[in-house]
Nanobody, 121 residues
Framework: QVQLVESGGGLVQPGGSLRLSCAAS????????WGWYRQAPGKEREWVAV???????NYADSVKGRFTISRGNARNTVYLQMNSLQPEDTAVYYC???????????????WGQGTQVTVSS
C-alpha cells in the first residue's frame, strides 16, 4: 500500500511564504510525476503544479511566478514553495503522485490527506 503524507500547512499572513512537503511510503518501485492541487471551501479542486520524471515543471496561471514545485534528493519526496501568498490562496492543498509499486506494470494515482493553508491577517 502506498501512502502520501503531507506537512507544512498552517496560518500565514498575506505576502508571507510557506513550504509544503509530501513524502511517499510503501512498496514503491518508481514515481513518475508529482502534482499539487488545492481546494477552497465551496470550490472545485484546482490543479496547481506538476513536476515530471525529467524535472520539467508546469504551473497554473494563478500561481505562476510565486510557487515552485521541486523533488527532494530522495525520490519519495516533493515540495511546494509558496511565496507572496494572498488570501485567495487559502485552501486545502493536496499532494498527488503517479506511482508504480513493486510487481506492478502500471502506474496508479495516489492522493495525500491534504494540509490546510490559511492566508489571513
Amino acid at each position: 500500500q502506498v501512502q502520501l503524507v503531507e506537512s507544512g500547512g498552517g496560518l500565514v499572513q498575506p505576502g508571507g511564504s510557506l513550504r509544503l512537503s509530501c513524502a511517499a511510503s510503501g512498496s514503491i518501485n518508481n514515481i513518475n510525476t508529482w502534482g499539487w492541487y488545492r481546494q477552497a471551501p465551496g470550490k472545485e479542486r484546482e490543479w496547481v503544479a506538476v513536476i515530471t520524471t525529467t524535472s520539467s515543471t508546469n504551473y497554473a496561471d494563478s500561481v505562476k511566478g510565486r510557487f515552485t514545485i521541486s523533488r527532494g534528493n530522495a525520490r519519495n519526496t516533493v515540495y511546494l514553495q509558496m511565496n507572496s501568498l494572498q488570501p485567495e490562496d487559502t485552501a486545502v492543498y493536496y499532494c498527488n503522485a503517479d506511482v508504480r509499486t513493486w510487481g506492478a506494470s502500471v502506474y496508479r494515482n495516489y492522493w495525500g490527506q491534504g494540509t490546510q493553508v490559511t492566508v489571513s491577517s
